[in-house]
C-alpha cells in the first residue's frame, strides 16, 4: 500500500498459477499456489517478516485449488488436481499439518 493503491512486494514466479490459498497454522503465515501445468510442483511458501519464501513442494497434476480447512482442532489443506498428460483420471488430495 502506497497511500493511494496496492504497490507490489514480490514477484513469485510459477507454472500455470490456477488458485491461491491464504492460511495461518501455529502463529505462521502460509501461501499455497496450485500449479495447473500437468505433472509439476505447486509450492507451499511460509511469511518470513518481509516476503513469502519456499517452504515446501508438492508434486500435483493440474492443480485447480487448494483449500485449507480445521476438523477437530486438526488442519488439513487439499488440492483439486486436474489430469497428468492426457489423463483426467487422476486422484486429488489431503494432506494433515
Do not use: C, K, M
Not at 490459498?21 to 502463529?27: E, P, Y
Not at 487448494?66 to 486422484?91: C, H, K, M
Request: zero cysteines; proline letters at 1%.
Amino acid at each position: 500500500w502506497n497511500g493511494t493503491a496496492f504497490a507490489a512486494l514480490q514477484s513469485i514466479p510459477t507454472h500455470g498459477a490456477a488458485d491461491w490459498a491464504f492460511f495461518s497454522l501455529d502463529g505462521q503465515s502460509y501461501l499455497a499456489v496450485a500449479s495447473a501445468s500437468s505433472d509439476t510442483d505447486s509450492v507451499i511458501y511460509q511469511w518470513n517478516g518481509s516476503a513469502f519464501v519456499v517452504f515446501q513442494t508438492i508434486l500435483t497434476h493440474g492443480a485447480s485449488d487448494w483449500e485449507y480447512f480445521r476438523i477437530d482442532g486438526e488442519s488439513y489443506l487439499a488440492v483439486a488436481n486436474r489430469q497428468s498428460g492426457s489423463n483426467f483420471d487422476v486422484d486429488s488430495v489431503i494432506y494433515r499439518w
